[in-house]
């Protein structure tokens, strides 16, 4: 007997309106009907002959169809031995205390303090750090230095000026970790490919990025498809997972625009911030808890903001930023775009409640039912 089996990669999503499957070795997705993600969220294997039997002779030239476009997009391969592939693992696990740092370094940053900061993060085996500079003019020294230890991922944020292309074009060309680099206020968007390397970016964009007021915003910009992300999503908090900020101070936070403090990294160990009861507070809440999210396909390749949510008295609360509405399958600034509230109600007690007629009556006025 033939049967149908998804490529391990190939991760079917259902969301409130429709479904996705993301294709984690590609990095695309593709969007797909509720029906077709339900079947195949059912089983790890199909076989179109008991599908058609189980869904009704009716249905049988959707099955195939179905079928058809997953073969041609290779989401799906045909085995009779569909045992003898085993599914991954699914949990998520990395060999460091902390895995990402965002520091901010400005005039009034310490250069000391800035070299104790990545040693205390070297001991625990974080692999990625994030500069985000304001008038700061001893970066080189501080790439050098970082460059040196176990980390795996350099990226920095900086504002605009005409020299500090070329200033940056060489220090992507000299070091190694050193990824990425964005230039914001700019006067136009664009993506310098000087440098050797063309994985390597020196982007250029107009807007002004302020770290505290950009954390939590939602864009597919922003999108991670890929097999670490979605392992990470229905383990742990996409955003605060192992992650920490370190301002320009040396004041320790889960991130940017987080209110608590959790000590100066001059005189804290990473070992007292980590177990402190609140610095872990949220890195359990994965995208399937939280509410409005849990009903949205892209949940699984979003990054979660726990700093600006709707309600800040319950922790599962949306993220406040998110303009997507799953519901409608709607952006704002999209034709027929409703807010989330038009859809139904907030409960302290339950969380979001869907008005499932006011949802039905917009999808039939926008999609035709």
């Not at 107009?206 to 498809?225: E, H, L, T």
């Not at 859809?343 to 869907?354: A, L, P």
Request: proline share 4%; aromatic share 12%; with cysteine.
């Amino acid at each position: 007997m033939i049967f149908f089996k998804l490529f391990e990669g190939c991760i079917p999503v259902e969301g409130a309106t429709r479904g996705m499957i993301m294709d984690t070795q590609r990095c695309r997705y593709r969007f797909i009907p509720k029906s077709l993600a339900a079947i195949l969220l059912s089983s790890k294997t199909y076989n179109i002959k008991k599908l058609i039997k189980e869904y009704g002779k009716q249905n049988e030239q959707h099955i195939k169809d179905y079928f058809n476009f997953l073969v041609a997009n290779e989401f799906v391969f045909s085995t009779d031995t569909p045992n003898h592939f085993p599914s991954i693992e699914k949990q998520y696990k990395v060999p460091s205390a902390i895995t990402n740092a965002i520091i901010e370094l400005s005039k009034g940053s310490s250069i000391n303090t800035t070299i104790t900061a990545l040693e205390k993060l070297d001991e625990v085996n974080c692999k990625a750090i994030q500069f985000i500079i304001s008038e700061y003019t001893e970066i080189e020294r501080i790439i050098s230095y970082s460059n040196r230890l176990k980390l795996t991922s350099i990226e920095i944020i900086d504002k605009y000026e005409p020299s500090k292309i070329k200033k940056y074009d060489k220090l992507l060309k000299q070091y190694g970790k050193l990824l990425s680099v964005t230039l914001h206020s700019a006067s136009c968007d664009r993506i310098n490919y000087s440098v050797e390397d063309k994985y390597k970016p020196l982007f250029l964009i107009k807007n002004v990025i302020n770290q505290k007021n950009d954390c939590g915003k939602i864009n597919p910009f922003f999108f991670s498809i890929n097999l670490e992300t979605y392992l990470e999503s229905i383990n742990f908090n996409t955003c605060l997972y192992k992650k920490i900020f370190i301002d320009d101070l040396g004041n320790i936070k889960n991130c940017p625009s987080c209110a608590q403090f959790f000590g100066n990294i001059s005189d804290t160990t990473l070992e007292q911030v980590l177990n402190h009861p609140d610095f872990k507070k949220y890195w359990n809440i994965t995208k399937d808890k939280i509410d409005v999210c849990k009903d949205c396909e892209f949940r699984h390749m979003c990054t979660d903001c726990r700093a600006y949510i709707k309600d800040p008295e319950n922790i599962y609360s949306q993220p406040a930023k998110c303009t997507y509405n799953p519901y409608i399958a709607k952006w704002e600034g999209e034709d027929g775009y409703v807010s989330i509230e038009k859809c139904g109600k907030y409960s302290r007690r339950k969380g979001f409640v869907v008005d499932e007629n006011k949802v039905n009556a917009l999808n039939n006025e926008l999609w035709g039912g």
